[in-house]
């Protein structure tokens, strides 16, 4: 198994930032990728980003591009997520998951494993 626990949520203000973490620990040789998801209240999962854990390949959701970086500390089995430029429409509950494969995909019930999640408000 595998657990993951996001922590870095909070309160902001439009235009500021705020940086995610998400630390996994267990058996993390079987995960090939990791991923952000958000869930506003009232609406679907959605996919945020992903980033593979052997050479870093990331990838975006449009809505947040430019605006958010998605990295990965190897050493520490530690995903970030900096969201800077932050809109009150990124207010959500974020969510880390683990994917067994190296393929980044949007679809949430591809990742086999997820944390609790972290809410992150934006006011404006």
């Known amino acids: 198994q595998v657990q993951l626990v996001e922590s870095g949520g909070g309160l902001v203000q439009a235009g500021g930032s705020l940086r995610l973490s998400c630390a996994a620990s267990?058996?993390?040789?079987?995960?090939?990728?990791m991923g952000w998801f958000r869930q506003a209240s009232g609406k679907d999962r959605e996919f945020v980003a992903g980033i593979t854990w052997i050479g870093g390949r990331t990838d975006y959701a449009d809505s947040v591009k430019g605006r958010f970086t998605i990295s990965r500390d190897n050493a520490r089995n530690t995903v970030y997520l900096q969201m800077n430029s932050l809109k009150p429409e990124d207010t959500a509950v974020y969510y880390c998951?683990?994917?067994?494969?190296?393929?980044?995909?949007?679809?949430?019930?591809?990742?086999?494993?997820w944390g609790q999640g972290t809410q992150v408000t934006v006011s404006s």
């Open positions: 267990g058996r993390t040789f079987s995960v090939d990728l």
């Open positions: 998951a683990g994917r067994r494969s190296p393929v980044i995909t949007a679809s949430a019930g591809l990742y086999a494993y």
